[in-house]
């Protein structure tokens, strides 16, 4: 029986942690909407409000968090977002106006970008390439398992009370999150290990270990690099147009359910299960996919699907148009982020993906924010969030544009470092093209 990769044990501990933080935190917001709402009475504006702050906080914090991945690697940082996240859920459960309702949810936000996808993330693409997609797309099937625990949320919400239930989960995630956060280790090489578990041999099926002449040939994009291409700004304007529709849904899909006629709040469950489903089938077509063909079509499908999802919402008068929702906005959702995530490092390499996820969520965050705050605006003036959708839903198509305008990068030439004496030519021109990585190939043990 062969051995297991130990990449793979990071994959399933990273789909774990997103689906705790993405089913008790992200996907349970509108069932604690709901209830905050038939409690205090609150107008949908503040929690458009509240969702669109913590989209800044985490564009803003995109940057320095990426940094901090690479720099102190994925463990440390996963400590500190799941600790973060467990005390703004117990805090949470204590808020008594808006300002306290906003100011706790804020923390809790920070705590889930920083233990969240962009960390985890890191971690997987750093451990595999030729798998990559299929690494990814395992690796976020958790934010789809996350939907079945949000539903699970609102079971307790109804049953023991919305504050009960945001005590209990933060401490569940407190627990859980600090236990998997064991099994994150920053690079392969750490566990003398190569990226894949070497190189399949084509007669056994097993890992043979590859061992290059010239270790120091090829060398990922900086940063700063990746900045300056046309492929960063257009893969980061597509994936945050989809956003728009995500976040119309996140910070109000609940509510807008509850507004149809004939439907109640609790009917929101149903949507999500069929959502769960049909997000597994796209996380899972594109794990298979993302590695055999070429990404960039696969994610205009998933673009256009985005797009007649958010319609197909907007203009719901009965089950039918809820359940074409759920299916479309299902796969394009589940396909899109394991898809542009596994592109964007084919694009850049691993050595400063953190860094590049990090300004890439400076680009994506003015469209959630927009989904989720100008739903709410927009309700409270036009008393529905018919319009709203519609057009949040056709700026979503607008990421076909971005895809196609995202063509592969060329690689800019070795950088011109200062003349060292005590150098050789030779070990001058081997400096110069090894990888870019701060102290060279030398990692941190996390």
Not at 67 to 95: C, E, K, N, V, Y
Request: aromatic share 12%; net charge positive.
């Amino acid at each position: 029986m062969p051995k297991i990769f130990y990449g793979w044990y990071i994959v399933g501990a990273g789909l774990i942690i997103n689906m705790l933080i993405g089913g008790l935190t992200m996907n349970a917001f509108g069932f604690y909407a709901a209830a905050l709402k038939d409690e205090f009475g609150w107008s949908a504006t503040i929690f458009g409000i509240a969702a669109a702050v913590t989209r800044v906080e985490s564009g803003l914090l995109g940057p320095i968090q990426g940094w901090m991945i690479d720099r102190f690697g994925p463990r440390s940082m996963i400590r500190l977002g799941i600790t973060t996240t467990a005390l703004g859920m117990i805090l949470f459960g204590i808020l008594w106006d808006q300002a306290s309702f906003i100011g706790f949810y804020i923390l809790l936000s920070i705590g889930t970008s920083i233990g969240g996808f962009m960390t985890v993330s890191v971690a997987v693409v750093t451990w595999f390439e030729r798998k990559r997609s299929r690494a990814i797309g395992f690796m976020s099937m958790g934010f789809t398992f996350g939907a079945l625990v949000s539903a699970v949320v609102s079971v307790l919400i109804l049953g023991i009370g919305w504050r009960e239930t945001s005590y209990a989960t933060g401490v569940f995630l407190l627990v859980v999150g600090w236990g998997l956060s064991f099994l994150f280790t920053r690079h392969p090489s750490d566990k003398g290990l190569e990226v894949d578990g070497g190189v399949d041999d084509a007669s056994t099926g097993a890992a043979v270990v590859r061992h290059l002449e010239n270790p120091f040939r090829h060398r990922d994009f900086t940063a700063r690099e990746a900045l300056r291409t046309r492929a960063f700004w257009g893969l980061g304007l597509a994936h945050g147009a989809p956003l728009m529709v995500v976040g119309m849904w996140i910070g109000h899909g609940v509510l807008h359910i509850d507004e149809l006629p004939g439907f109640q709040a609790s009917d929101a469950a149903i949507v999500v299960t069929v959502m769960v489903v049909t997000q597994l089938v796209g996380q899972g077509l594109s794990a298979w996919a993302g590695d055999r063909f070429p990404k960039r079509p696969l994610l205009v499908l998933c673009m256009i699907g985005h797009a007649l999802a958010g319609i197909a919402l907007a203009l719901a008068t009965g089950w039918w148009m809820l359940m074409a929702f759920a299916v479309l906005n299902g796969v394009a959702w589940g396909a899109r982020g394991t898809l542009i995530t596994s592109l964007r490092a084919d694009y850049f390499g691993a050595s400063q993906f953190g860094r590049i996820m990090g300004w890439t969520s400076m680009v994506m965050m003015p469209f959630m924010t927009i989904g989720m705050l100008g739903s709410g605006i927009m309700r409270d003036i036009f008393g529905s969030y018919d319009l709203a959708f519609i057009i949040f839903s056709i700026g979503a198509g607008t990421g076909v544009i971005w895809i196609l305008m995202s063509t592969r990068p060329r690689l800019p030439g070795p950088p011109r470092l200062p003349v060292v004496p005590s150098l050789p030519p030779a070990a001058r021109m081997v400096v110069a093209a090894r990888p870019n990585q701060p102290g060279g190939i030398s990692r941190s043990r996390h």
